[in-house]
């Protein structure tokens, strides 16, 4: 076996862990969800799920980990399989390498789209139309561009993307590479110690520009931040709305991937967790609700109002980021400069969380199949790379694999972790576990919350997603969708067959 990796610092660790939480989650996931669902109706349900479930599910994930650095194993099949005797429990445990693997498949094909942004922007590539919001076609230049870049305009069932972004998928995949190659204190905390305070410094400037915006027609950022921050209780009994928040809660934090538990698997055995813990995810929800809650929505609201902004984010995931705000920077001085520096915003906290989604593959072949970095990230970098195909070339591909994994699969995998280890395990001895050498105290209702509560509503939230999303989903029978979905049956399988293989050879359960 390898010796294990530790991080460098504390400081060190804590800027890591903030960089894999700080993703495109925060700068671009959460500011369509919020505007697509009511703004400040969104807000109460992000922050009880916060409060309820992503918090008391970081620090099990945390404590997962710790309790990996314990028996030297970053990932999940052998850390559940120790604690839960069951051979089952090493196959659910794939879950928590195959759902970060398969996010950060099309995860690092939208942050490449940012790295060309941000090229472009920087040489004047991207379309520079005065916005004209009398007109309703004001986003047009815009929008044509994306669809232009990504290939969504052919016909049938394959996108034809542009050469531009298949060279800029390939250099972003080759950084992402060449970060993970070089390991956890070299490469991986090197990188956060230099991107986490690069992000903070341009996002200031970027939401210091937006609230000096103003529109012709008067309104400005205290517009926008009203749009977010008036409480609206209307939504409150809205199933959808919960669903949005919680399902933003565990995205943003990267919680249920599996990826806070490899990284936690780098602390020494008897290091704190739960400071860590609530460091890591302040710094987050800063980034969020404080910087990514300021920018997009601000803008769009200042310039389009809150009706045009939140159909804006109605219409596509990646409208807000990639269409209003380079259409509002072409209309104000310095706007090129403006924009690249937001898409390099993007690309920089992309990055610190492609290679979070990344290392629990890379742990997985270090420790299980006791390979040596340099093959490990070889391996992945094929994996990647051929797989990156089918949402480069696929229609349809990149939202079919977000619903299955990138929405369902983390719930199910928060589930299973809450259940293997405080109830298939032992639930006061994971507790004892979760609750020694740190250097905060975990109160104690957070037992019954972690036993009792947050397993029942992850139950619920399941159910109820179900009923809203899959038979709608199921109908849908193309071939592009069905690819796709072959794609995740087919990594299921192989991962499964990996496991068993490994602990036949130990002749183990
Ligand atoms: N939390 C990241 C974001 O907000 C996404 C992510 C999930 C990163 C899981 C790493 C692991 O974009
Ligand atoms: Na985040």
């Known amino acids: ?87 089952i429990s090493k196959y659910i445990g794939i879950l928590g390498i195959i759902i970060p693997l398969i996010v950060v498949v099309y995860y690092t094909y939208i942050e490449s789209w940012t790295l060309l942004y941000s090229i472009f922007s920087l040489f004047g590539l991207t379309p520079s139309v005065s916005v004209d919001t009398a007109n309703g076609e004001y986003l047009k230049p815009f929008k044509d561009f994306l669809i232009s870049i990504i290939g969504a305009n052919s016909e049938g069932l394959l996108l034809s993307p542009s050469i531009y972004a298949y060279i800029f998928f390939l250099i972003t995949l080759l950084i992402n590479l060449y970060i993970l190659y070089r390991g956890i204190t070299a490469g991986i905390e090197k990188v956060a110690k230099f991107a986490l305070p690069a992000i903070f410094i341009m996002a200031i400037i970027l939401m210091v520009r937006v609230f000096t915006l103003t529109s012709p027609d008067g309104r400005n950022f205290l517009d926008g931040l009203g749009f977010l921050w008036n409480p609206d209780f209307s939504a409150l009994t809205d199933p959808k709305v919960w669903l949005a928040a919680a399902g933003q809660v565990f995205f943003t934090l990267s919680v249920g991937f599996g990826a806070i538990m490899v990284y936690a698997s780098y602390i020494k055995p008897k290091d704190d967790i739960a400071l860590n813990a609530i460091s890591g995810a302040s710094v987050n929800e800063f980034a969020e609700i404080i910087l990514g809650g300021s920018i997009a929505i601000t803008a769009s609201v200042i310039f389009f109002g809150i009706s045009t902004t939140a159909e804006i984010a109605h219409q596509g995931a990646f ?29 920089f906290a992309g990055v610190t969380s492609s290679i979070a989604l990344s290392q629990p593959a890379i742990a997985f072949l270090e420790d299980e199949f006791g390979f040596p970095r340099k093959k490990s990230v070889l391996i992945l970098g094929l994996f990647l790379f051929i797989s990156a195909h089918i949402p480069i070339f696929i229609k349809g591909a990149l939202d079919e694999l977000d619903f299955w994994v990138g929405t369902f699969g983390l719930i199910l995998f928060a589930l299973f972790e809450v259940l293997v280890f405080f109830w298939f395990f032992d639930s006061k001895k994971a507790w004892q576990e979760m609750t020694r050498d740190n250097d905060i105290k975990i109160p104690s209702f957070f037992y019954y919350l972690i036993k009792y509560i947050v397993p029942l509503i992850l139950i619920v939230i399941l159910i109820s997603w179900g009923i809203d999303y899959l038979p709608k989903k199921i109908s849908e029978n193309t071939l592009n969708i069905w690819i796709a979905r072959g794609f995740i049956v087919f990594t299921i399988i192989i991962s499964i067959l990996l496991v068993k293989y490994l602990w036949n050879k130990r002749g183990k359960q």
Not at 50 to 56: D, E, N, T
Not at 66 to 79: D, L
Not at 321 to 344: D, T
């Open 1 to 87: 076996m390898i010796k294990r990796e530790h991080w460098g610092s504390r400081i060190g660790l804590i800027l890591a862990v903030a960089g894999n939480a700080i993703g495109l989650g925060n700068f671009l996931r959460f500011p369509v969800q919020a505007a697509d669902n009511g703004g400040g109706a969104f807000m109460i349900p992000y922050m009880i799920s916060l409060l309820v479930l992503g918090i008391p599910l970081l620090l099990v994930e945390w404590s997962l980990g710790r309790y990996g650095s314990v028996i030297n194993h970053s990932t999940a099949p052998a850390i559940f399989n120790n604690l839960w005797k069951n051979p």
């Open 319 to 347: 409208n807000l980021g990639f269409m209003a705000l380079p259409a509002i920077f072409a209309n104000i001085p310095f706007g090129q400069f403006f924009s690249f520096l937001w898409f390099l915003l993007l690309f």
